[in-house]
């Protein structure tokens, strides 16, 4: 049995007839009603474009992100906490440090006194603390109390991008 040639003006005349709603990938016969016969499959619908990822979305506190200082202080903020290391101690809030309409903010965290020599037993003492403050432009200005015994530490004055000049205890 010899193959048959076609032309190729016969194929493009059978190409229509190929790509019908009945073909392997066109929709089901009742796929406009919902309605599925036995043996048939649900269709699955043709996207229009691939999946694409999207940039993170921004937040009230993404300005805050980064490395403030100041003498005696220094505080790294991350976008869900922030580390603080001052002369003679060291805190830690975890909770995104955000501002409110005004600048001010109130966030709840931990503070740890430092002092020289070795750590001894029972040490370090941690204490709950509150740190309270305003944040405008490029500055930030805040004070710690430590919530157990109501005692202040600061005002501090810090810059953002700013490295701080810390003396820690010896």
Sequence with gaps: MGLRKFSPLAVIALLPLACTDRSPTGPAPN????IRTAG?????????????????????????????????VTITVGAASTILSYDCAHGTTDQPFVVDSNGRFDLVG????????????????????????????????????ETDTGEKHGPFLLTFGVAGRIFKCL
């Design 31 to 34: 796929a406009a009603s919902g």
């Design 40 to 72: 048939e499959t649900a269709a699955v619908p043709a996207r229009e474009s691939a999946p694409r990822s999207l940039a993170p979305r921004q937040s009230a506190n993404d300005g805050m992100i980064g490395t403030w200082g100041g003498l005696h």
């Design 110 to 145: 931990t503070h740890v006194p430092e002092g020289p020599g070795p750590i001894r037993q029972g040490d370090p003492v941690v204490h709950p603390a509150r740190y309270t403050g305003t944040a405008e432009g490029k500055t930030i200005t805040f004070t710690v109390t």
